[in-house]
């Protein structure tokens, strides 16, 4: 079950100001999936590329435990609340 502060992160995501680049919304949803699912069983996907690069931000996290990614999460909303507000 996720921690009320990830909860909260996760919710302050919503509050940005302007969007986060490419790059840090892949780092938003690896982690939000590891937090919340743990590690990627699915199958890669072949044809959609905005799905593929979002599975191997997922993937790339293999191993990393739950609440380690909810932490990294968290301190990356702060951080990016602090650059986009």
Do not use: C
């Not at 969007?19 to 590891?34: M, V």
């Not at 909810?70 to 990016?80: D, F, G, K, S, W």
Request: net charge negative; charged share 25%; proline share 6%.
């Amino acid at each position: 079950m996720p921690s009320p502060a990830f909860i909260k992160a996760s919710e302050g995501v919503r509050e940005l100001t302007s969007k986060p680049s490419n790059d840090d919304l892949l780092k938003l949803y690896g982690l939000f999936k590891q937090a919340t699912l743990g590690d990627n069983e699915t199958t890669e996907p072949t044809f959609d590329l905005k799905a593929r690069f979002k599975w191997m931000a997922w993937a790339d996290l293999q191993g990393m435990i739950p609440v380690e990614a909810e932490t990294q999460y968290i301190a990356l909303v702060q951080e990016l609340k602090a650059k986009h507000q």
